[in-house]
């Protein structure tokens, strides 16, 4: 089992910033990626970005150029950098990993950190 928490939500007005992070721990090993997803209310949930444990990322059109994610091996952690933020941007954000143990494939989930952007 891999547990994921979450931290860094918050509120905060637009054209601001907010670092999300999220940090595992439990069974790391055959961690092959990690992402960022998020819900905001009445819509289905989308994926943000995502990074592969060789550091290749890949961004959500509507967050490129605004949003960096970045990785920490030695402290098995994941960081969303979100800046310039917009009104849009506000949802229940949820960190995800996907472990590859040979035949067995598991997908896990934060407990997810509201970011409400407003002024």
């Known amino acids: 089992q891999v547990q994921l928490v979450e931290s860094g939500g918050g509120l905060v007005q637009p054209g601001g910033s907010l670092r999300l992070s999220c940090a595992a721990s439990?069974?790391?090993?055959?961690?092959?990626?990690r992402a960022w997803y998020r819900q905001a209310p009445g819509k289905q949930r989308e994926l943000v970005a995502t990074?592969?444990?060789?550091?290749?990322?890949n961004y959500a059109d509507s967050v490129k150029g605004r949003f960096t994610i970045s990785r920490d091996n030695a402290k098995n952690t994941v960081t969303l950098q979100m800046n310039s933020l917009k009104p849009e941007d506000t949802a229940v954000y949820y960190c995800?990993?996907?472990?590859?143990?040979?035949?067995?494939?598991?997908?896990?989930w934060g407990q997810g950190t509201q970011v409400t952007v407003s002024s």
């Open positions: 995800y990993v996907r472990q590859d143990i040979g035949p067995i494939k598991n997908d896990y």
């Open positions: 439990g069974s790391i090993f055959g961690i092959i990626s």
């Open positions: 990074i592969t444990g060789g550091g290749r990322t």
